[in-house]
């Protein structure tokens, strides 16, 4: 099974709106990243916040992690069209190696 | 600097024939992994490596090998193929830490993988 679950699976927002997507796992973790995947492409790391972060920034990115409800966040903002694009969470989780993956959030941002 | 390379981009397979995608990486990282994504999901972990000589299984290895001879190439077989196996497949790689366990993956631009 999955250990990361995206909610929601779809979001349609207007550009210059904020889009926040939300993941949660199951086990303990090292640390959580975020990916970005635009049609048939492969996917692009975006960002990493360990497991003893609670907040972190990349431009219009701000990703949070709350390790007591196994939950994390990615909030996008002034969104563009070009942001449009499917999300997903992974996390690696304690005493493993191996980045396993969320089903996604699928992003469109109507211009 | 290529970062990772997969071939081929398209394949068509019948069923219980036989093939390897190959996976390269220039970037010198320990950890190279194998996902096949599937409609409407995310990615599912098939073999991932360490290192050269190690690998291990992901959430959905049956069908599939893979080996690990040098720090560049981790390819990936399909012993028998069959229609369940049809995929779009990403080879990624990362960089291994103490902190970070497996640091952000770099990933290919995929393998897209028909089995009739």
């Known amino acids: 099974s999955q250990q990361g679950e995206e909610d929601p699976q779809a979001l349609s927002i207007q550009e210059g709106e904020n889009a926040t997507m939300n993941c949660s796992y199951k086990?303990?973790?090292?640390?959580l990243q975020w990916y970005r995947q635009n049609s048939g492409r492969g996917l692009v790391h975006l960002i990493l916040?360990?497991?003893?972060?609670r907040e972190k920034h990349s431009g219009r990115l701000r990703v949070t992690l709350d390790t007591s409800k196994k939950s994390s966040s990615l909030l996008i903002t002034a969104s563009r069209a070009a942001d449009t694009a499917s999300y997903f969470c992974?996390?690696?989780?304690?005493?493993?190696?191996?980045?396993?993956f969320g089903s996604g959030t699928r992003l469109q941002v109507q211009p | 600097n290529a970062g990772v390379t997969q071939t081929p981009k398209f394949q068509v397979l019948k069923t219980g024939q036989s093939m390897t995608l190959q996976c390269a990486q220039d970037m010198n990282h320990e950890y190279m992994s194998w996902y096949r994504q599937d409609p409407g999901m995310g990615l599912r972990l098939i073999h991932y490596?360490?290192?050269?000589?190690?690998?291990d299984q992901g959430e959905v290895p049956n069908g599939y090998n893979v080996s690990r001879s040098t720090t560049e190439d981790f390819p990936l077989r399909l012993l028998s193929a069959a229609p369940s196996q049809t995929s779009v497949y990403f080879c990624a790689s990362s960089y291994v830490s103490k902190r970070e366990k497996t640091g952000e993956l770099f990933f290919g631009e995929g393998s897209r993988l028909t089995v009739l």
């Open positions: 992974a996390t690696v989780n304690t005493g493993r190696r191996a980045l396993t």
């Open positions: 490596s360490v290192g050269a000589g190690i690998t």
């Open positions: 916040i360990r497991s003893n972060e």
């Open positions: 086990t303990s973790i090292n640390n």
